[in-house]
């Protein structure tokens, strides 16, 4: 996986679920499964998406559905079968790629 | 907001405050009002900028002014004209784009 | 700083340890030292990388390990020379680039 490769992000709710899993933790099995190279998770301390409501680990009662942030990393012919079956994962959620030049991926 | 779109990163202290307001939070309202599509924000743990002074959490009397990250992402045609009142609103940071193609942003 | 440069990202692990100190934040005063422009560190909730193990927050012992991402912009001319030294430094871990445009870097 050197060389040119793409970067997957994933925008979700921490309260969105699928399965009877939270969702960005099934999504990591689920990519793990598929062999995809490597994935991170962050958690955001705020933000909003396409339906404008504002998340905020500020006030106690809006903070229970922070945004989560998904990195995914491979080449482009590993990534792009997937992008549509994420996309239908994510109902509410941001999903873009951008292009990266890989120098290093483990030993 | 699908295909050709553009993801801006602005990077600023924690403690920065703009009427005030802490300038990571003004921002986001800002950017709501002004309709752009969808905001993120991120306090990373340790970093340092133009300044080269080095904020860590790793103590406590440098862990009040952790660098504050925001992802914007729209069409270049909404973020673009707001580029230089975002500059000009974070005086010592750092701002920049990345070409982005957007697959889903909400239903 | 102005114009055409470079965001390189770097993952690697928490318990990752050069020269007696974390790997982190060995990198962090290194690239400062260098001269490069602005460095940030994230701390992942989860995540994993070409050896396939999970890294999560969620178990305890399993946390020790949560994935930390640098973020490193300068011009290409100040970072391509340091590609091939911190990729021996990260020997588990994942590097790569993207091309960005940089509107504001301090005053």
New interface residues.
């Given amino acids: 996986m050197l060389g040119k490769?793409k970067?997957l992000k994933v925008?979700l709710g921490e309260s969105e679920r699928y399965k009877n899993k939270p969702l960005?933790?099934y999504l990591?099995h689920w990519l793990?499964e598929k062999g995809i190279?490597?994935?991170?998770?962050?958690?955001?301390?705020?933000?909003?998406?396409?339906?404008?409501v504002?998340h905020t680990a500020?006030f106690l009662e809006l903070s229970s559905d922070l945004?989560m942030?998904l990195?995914i990393?491979d080449v482009a012919e590993k990534i792009d079968p997937l992008?549509q079956e994420?996309?239908a994962m994510?109902?509410?959620?941001?999903?873009?790629?951008?292009?990266?030049?890989?120098?290093?991926?483990?030993?």
């Fill in positions: 490769a970067l925008y960005y933790q990591v793990k190279g490597g994935v991170t998770v962050n958690r955001g301390i705020e933000g909003y998406g396409a339906d404008k504002l500020r945004p942030i990195e990393v992008i994420i996309c994510v109902p509410k959620g941001l999903v873009f790629s951008t292009d990266i030049e890989v120098y290093k991926h483990g030993k």
